[in-house]
């Protein structure tokens, strides 16, 4: 990709108010700093094209203020997927540049959910770049925990429902030890693999929050309808796997932590204490 050529891939971030376990949880206060001004942030670092995508006069209000881009969806849709899609086709879809005025054709739809405020743009460039030379028609990324770690309570995470798994398998030519990249044939809330034998030292993968589309295969998911699988376990990945999409994903080591309660924030903030 050289200078003149327009941006291949667009960040989208979905941000909604009204939440059941956490209302108004992107404007929650991280040290000083929105939830969503961090995770926003840390997007526009990885150089690609970034915005906001909501329903809600607060947090688009607040974004402008902050400098953000936004893109308003309106529409009753049953999950963040489909307004990333509604944004996407009537706003970003052959949209022209500010700079030359030619269309600017997305190769990479990233979704990333607004409450993983430490996932840094570094780890989104190097995760959106990866999908471009991969034959995945959607990306993620997975942290490996072990149930013989001594700290980062990998054990409640192992059985919390709120703490998607993910089954990864690592491709036989990782050579990195930062990241490796694989697949994922299928994920859960449950606590996966299940540990029959009892192995304290059994290695599982956390499922990060962030979906890396191919633009066809975004249209594709969003015109099927949710699965049974999907129902249960309420992820929508599952209906993707349904369809068979295959899903790769980059192993990370990095510290992250998802924002589900608000009881989360102050594990972030702790994180962020180690940084300063």
């Known amino acids: 990709m050289t200078s003149a050529e327009p941006l291949k891939i667009v960040i989208l971030i979905p941000a909604r108010y009204h939440s059941s376990r956490f209302p108004g949880k992107p404007l929650a206060q991280i040290n000083g700093k929105s939830m969503i001004e961090r995770v926003y942030q840390n997007a526009t670092d990885s150089t690609f094209d970034t915005f906001v995508v909501t329903d809600d006069n607060q947090i688009e209000k607040h974004v402008l203020n902050f400098g953000g881009k936004v893109l308003r969806v309106d529409d009753d849709v049953c999950c963040g997927t489909d307004r990333i899609h509604l944004s ?11 700079t030359n005025n030619k269309n600017i054709n997305y190769s990479l739809i990233i979704n990333l959910q607004g409450d993983e405020p430490l996932l840094t743009g570094s780890l989104l460039k190097k995760l959106g770049y990866w999908h471009l030379n991969s034959n995945y028609h959607i990306a993620t990324l997975v942290k490996r925990h072990s149930l013989a770690s001594t700290h980062d309570h990998d054990n409640d995470k192992y059985l919390n429902p709120n703490v998607v798994k ?3 398998i690592a491709d036989d030519n990782n050579t990195k030890k930062d990241t490796e990249g694989g697949y994922c044939p299928y994920f859960s809330r449950s ?7 009892c192995d304290t030292n059994l290695n599982w993968y956390q499922h990060i929050g962030v979906y890396s589309y191919l633009p066809q295969a975004l249209e594709t998911f969003v015109q099927t309808k949710p699965t049974q699988l999907e129902q249960m376990e309420r992820l929508e990945q599952l209906r993707a796997l349904s369809l068979n999409m295959r899903i790769g994903a980059l192993a990370t080591e990095a510290n992250l932590i998802g924002v589900d309660i608000p009881e989360d924030i102050i594990k972030v903030e702790n994180e962020l204490k180690k940084h300063d």
């Open 88 to 98: 996407y086709q009537r706003f970003l879809k052959n949209s022209k540049s500010s």
């Open 166 to 168: 993910a089954i990864f």
């Open 191 to 197: 606590p996966i693999p299940h540990n029959t034998t």
